[in-house]
């Protein structure tokens, strides 16, 4: 997994490239934590999942963890770009309930 970021004006928008599973999500967890906290004084957040090639359960623990990190600060966080198959698993899980797509 590796993970880019922008700040766009003043969202931070964080880039996911790889599989989203068990054996990423620790060190995924640790440098989007570490983004988030840099960045607090951001408007919005927002996940880009277009380069996400594969996400398990494991995968969207992590980005409800993300979400309730955020949420403490009351910033708002997004979806954006997810493939088909990952869209998929993020519609059941229910996720866009509470990170809308963007």
Do not use: C, H, W
């Not at 623990?61 to 993300?66: A, N, S």
């Amino acid at each position: 997994m590796e993970i880019k970021y922008k700040n766009y004006g003043r969202s931070l928008i964080v880039y996911f490239y790889g599989e989203l599973d068990e054996y990423s999500a620790s060190e995924t967890k640790n440098i989007v934590d570490r983004l988030i906290e840099d960045n607090l004084n951001s408007d919005k957040v927002v996940f880009d999942l277009s380069g996400v090639t594969f996400m398990d359960s494991t995968g969207i623990g992590l980005l409800i963890g993300r979400y309730k990190k955020v949420r403490r600060f009351n910033i708002p966080i997004y979806i954006q770009g997810a493939s088909v198959a990952t869209e998929k698993v993020i519609e059941i899980a229910g996720i866009y309930k509470i990170m809308p797509k963007i």
